[in-house]
């Protein structure tokens, strides 16, 4: 049967408003005729000349965060245990059966920044497209700052997701989701005013901690949401595998049969 893959990811790029200050990538691009000492250095008495063109290989050096770009967040990212007290699963631990199953898009693109969605948004958007959640759906919301990326709001924009969305998910099975929005939860600056007015502990970062009644992974940096619809695709987001850590870049998918 023919089908149509759509990339659901963003380019790992510098230079861009892609992240707060602390955490930007930077990368090192080094051309083919920047390169030739480096493949002479493996063969002693090589020369340039004998090189096609006098070129060596392209290649780029990272100074990344794990947080960089698409990418998936395991358990152990949103705190030390998991699942009322278990360790919490590193991204190399993360079941691969989780990560390529029935997507399902809620869009959440009419929210305003720093909107905290709640459960009754959740249910709302599930009867608008006819759909019930099925254990193991991969959810990804399609928020207004998809439309941002790499502009200097990015990280200022869209709605998050708090805990008792979260928890409504979780407890229906699923246990991957993703957003376009730089967080699974509302953008920091619009939590730290309530949290100037509030002093409440449990508004930080509340989506994420919901992990720690039930762990689950989510993706962070989607792109393209907007070009899918509310079901009928499958979701694939295998993480690169890092020995121990709290998340794995993914070049996320979402596969289309027509």
Not at 17 to 29: F, N
Request: charged share 20%; with cysteine; net charge negative.
């Amino acid at each position: 049967m023919p089908r149509h893959i759509v990339d659901i990811s963003v380019a790992l790029e510098a230079d861009i408003a892609s992240d707060p200050p602390i955490m930007l990538p930077e990368i090192t691009y080094m051309r083919p005729d920047e390169t030739a000492e480096q493949v002479m250095g493996f063969f002693p008495g090589l020369k340039r000349e004998d090189l096609p063109g006098g070129e060596g290989w392209a290649i780029e050096f990272l100074k990344v965060a794990t947080h960089n770009g698409t990418h998936l967040d395991a358990p152990y990212h949103h705190h030390s245990t998991m699942d009322g007290g278990k360790r919490a699963m590193t991204i190399d631990e993360v079941p691969l059966d989780w990560c390529m199953n029935p997507g399902v898009k809620l869009d959440f693109r009419h929210l305003p920044d720093g909107h905290v969605v709640s459960a009754a948004d959740v249910e709302a958007e599930l009867e608008r497209i006819g759909h019930e959640i099925q254990p193991l759906d991969i959810v990804v919301v399609n928020t207004s700052a998809g439309a941002k990326y790499g502009q200097p709001d990015y990280i200022h924009s869209g709605c998050g997701m708090g805990r008792e969305a979260t928890l409504y998910l979780l407890e229906r099975g699923v246990r991957v989701t993703g957003t376009d929005a730089w967080s699974w939860d509302a953008p920091f600056s619009h939590t730290a005013q309530r949290w100037a007015e509030m002093h409440d502990p449990s508004i930080i970062w509340e989506g994420h901690r919901a992990s720690m009644e039930i762990g689950y992974c989510h993706m962070e940096k989607l792109a393209n949401l907007e070009s899918l619809p509310a079901t009928g695709f499958t979701v694939c987001c295998f993480p690169v595998k890092i020995k121990a850590a709290s998340a794995g870049f993914t070049r996320a998918v979402a596969i289309l049969e027509e």
